[in-house]
């Protein structure tokens, strides 16, 4: 075949892994980008001194991006320092209620135990749950893909024996009583787009990845991790292309795929990886493709992740008894989770997910400030096509009010910059099918197997990375589905598969 080319299209955290991946194994890559930075979702902004994280803000399972360094001889922490973040959340509610998230294990029962003491014993049985479906569900399937039936039923008995056909809010009551515990233990799927109602309980797991592994953050915010991988990319002889749009995928005569962007007239591809959105990919850059029609049809059947309002802004004072990662939240549970997922207007109330980078590192705002950013998951535009350019000011008031009200007194009178994201800028800033945050749900019908594939079924040289694929969104999730898909283009390829250096680890990537 001589030199195999390889273009990867989105420069977000699950692209630029691809991307490091495919030239760390000596295929040429160029990594397209339409914004003028790297980070997709992850990218970093600026205003009068203060330094903000668009979107991901918690680092979890940090050897999946330690590996993508060892794949070269290097080390992560000499690119990034990652910091600590302790407690992992502070979990407060409207009348004062607060509960330590992520401490140490003696601590977390002292909290259980005033609450109430017979869920001390609960909690310790869900802690074992929520292992063996660490085991059974990442370890070596996170990054394996999933591309025959026989894969799917190979974990099947597994899968089975820990009822993930049971959502992980009802999973969760079956361990502790205190519903407010009940709340704590299973609000995580809302990180990666999903409704604790409904998301399959095998997404317990999380609760012992970050006990096992931790909670870190970047110094110098997740923009800084990465301008670190952008580099490291460009390191190892890649060509990054930023501020490059790609309008078309277009298959040449000899099966390759010429790619269609505004100053780009370089060589067809043997390989292409697109990190963009799901749903552009197959029905924008793939337009008049009959072959990418089915899977275009497909997704537009499927149910996808709920949207985000987001508040950035930067404050002249601190709160020094803040943490950086809190969760508020609302006077209603299971009732306000049903709106945002299945409603077809905004609901009257939220929950808020508060992000306090400078508690951490202060460096992300002039001295004596803060920078933030408030998250409140809202219905997307395919369920509630809300006119958003209406609705975000009163909208945003009402959550600084109650900011003000719970966490931050004081605060609309402190608040130097202040900018908002609705799901009209997911929708045309990033591509993202009705405007939605974490691609498809991952509901249990909608996992592994039945996600779609990493590599396209009826497309040769097509591959697919992020949150639309296996094994789904969040920061891990996006990092291994890089991992997944390499794997299978050096196995299409004929190639040996990726080793770490020594000088990293000596797990198999």
């Known amino acids: 075949m001589g030199e195999v080319r390889a273009a990867v299209i989105g420069a977000g955290l699950g692209g630029l892994a691809a991307a490091i991946r495919l030239q760390s194994a000596g295929v040429r890559t160029t990594l397209f980008e339409a914004l003028d930075r790297p980070g997709g979702r992850g990218t970093q902004f600026r205003e009068r001194g203060f330094v903000f994280d668009a979107g991901p803000t918690v680092i979890t399972a940090p050897e999946c991006l330690e590996e993508l360094y060892a794949l070269s001889g290097r080390r992560l922490a000499e690119a990034v320092e990652l910091l600590p973040v302790r407690p992992f959340y502070r979990l407060a509610w409207h009348d004062g209620d607060g509960f330590d998230y992520g401490v140490e294990l003696e601590q977390t029962l002292e909290q259980i135990r005033r609450r109430d003491p017979l869920d001390v014993d609960g909690y310790l049985r869900f802690l074992d749950f929520s292992r063996r479906n660490y085991e059974a569900g990442y370890g070596e399937l996170v990054s394996t893909a999933f591309l025959r039936p026989w894969d799917m039923l190979r974990v099947a008995p597994k899968l089975a024996a820990l009822r993930a056909d049971r959502p992980v809010f009802r999973t969760v009551s079956r361990f502790v009583r205190d519903e407010r515990l009940r709340q704590a233990l299973s609000f995580h799927t ?6 604790p109602l409904e998301t399959s309980s095998i997404y317990t797991l999380i609760h012992y990845l970050e006990r096992q592994g931790g909670v870190h953050y970047p110094r110098g915010g997740v923009g800084a991790l990465v301008g670190a991988l952008a580099r490291l990319f460009e390191e190892l002889g890649g060509e990054f292309r930023p501020a490059m749009a790609v309008r078309r995928i277009e298959p040449a005569a000899d099966g390759r795929h010429r790619l269609t962007a505004e100053g780009w007239n370089g060589p067809p591809f043997h390989v292409v990886v697109s990190n963009a959105d799901l749903h552009h990919t197959y029905a ?23 949207s985000l309002f987001l508040i950035y802004f930067g404050t002249d004072r601190t709160w020094p008894e803040l943490r950086q990662h809190t969760i508020l939240f609302g006077p209603r549970y299971e009732g306000l989770l049903r709106e945002i997922f299945r409603g077809r207007s905004l609901p009257e109330d939220f929950s808020l997910y508060l992000h306090c980078p400078t508690a951490t590192d202060p460096s992300l705002a002039p001295p004596g400030c803060a920078s933030f950013y408030v998250l409140s998951p809202v219905p997307h535009l395919g369920n509630a096509p809300l006119d958003w350019a209406a609705e975000a000011p009163a909208y945003a008031e009402r959550i600084l009010r109650v900011l003000e009200r719970t966490l931050l007194p004081g605060l609309r009178g402190r608040i130097v910059v202040r900018s908002v994201a609705t799901p009209e800028d997911f929708r045309s800033r990033l591509g993202a099918f009705h405007g939605n945050g974490f691609s498809v749900a991952p509901l249990l019908r909608q996992s592994a197997w039945f996600r779609p594939h990493n ?3 009826r497309i040769p040289g097509l591959y697919v990375v992020g949150a639309g694929t296996h094994p789904g969104a969040g920061v891990p999730g996006v990092i291994n589905s890089a991992k997944a898909t390499v794997r299978v283009i050096l196995e299409d390829l004929g190639r040996p598969p990726l080793e770490p250096s020594a000088r990293g680890f000596s797990r198999s990537a």
């Open 284 to 306: 924008k850059l793939l337009d008049g493709d009959p072959r990418a029609v089915p899977m275009r049809r497909r997704l537009e059947r499927m149910r996808w992740s709920m």
């Open 190 to 195: 809302l990180l990666i787009g999903g409704s």
């Open 455 to 457: 590599r396209d079924p």
